[in-house]
Nanobody, 114 residues
Framework: QVQLVESGGRLVQEGDSLTLSCEVS??????MAWFRQAPGKEREWVCG????????YCSDSVKGRFTISIDQVRTQGFLRIPSLIPEDTAVYYC?????????WGQGTQVTVSS
């Protein structure tokens, strides 16, 4: 069973940068992704990447700003967020897919103050 633990979220100022991490244990997932859920809103997909490290995709709302990556041994995923804006305030969740199973981390809070 895949287990995911996110870290890196914190209170930051507008314009700051953050890199969120997702530590993966268990079998290597085929796809990793990041989602976020802002207060009062539904959870939304942010970015995804295949286990090979290729096939990176991000939603239109963050494309060009957010960068998703994974490490060489596929045990950790990352989401780099430069130039944070207040609208990026949300709980960020790591997601992994292996076969027909879908796995989630507990989330990490990012709060951007203006």
């Amino acid at each position: 069973q895949v287990q995911l633990v996110e870290s890196g979220g914190r209170l930051v100022q507008e314009g700051d940068s953050l890199t969120l991490s997702c530590e993966v244990s268990g079998p290597t997932p085929e796809v990793m992704a990041w989602f976020r859920q802002a207060p009062g809103k539904e959870r939304e997909w942010v970015c995804g990447i295949r286990k090979s490290g290729t096939g990176r995709y991000c939603s239109d709302s963050v494309k060009g700003r957010f960068t998703i990556s994974i490490d060489q041994v596929r045990t950790q995923g990352f989401l780099r967020i430069p130039s944070l804006i207040p609208e990026d305030t949300a709980v960020y969740y790591c997601n992994a897919i292996r076969g027909t199973n879908d796995y989630w981390g507990q989330g990490t809070q990012v709060t951007v103050s203006s």
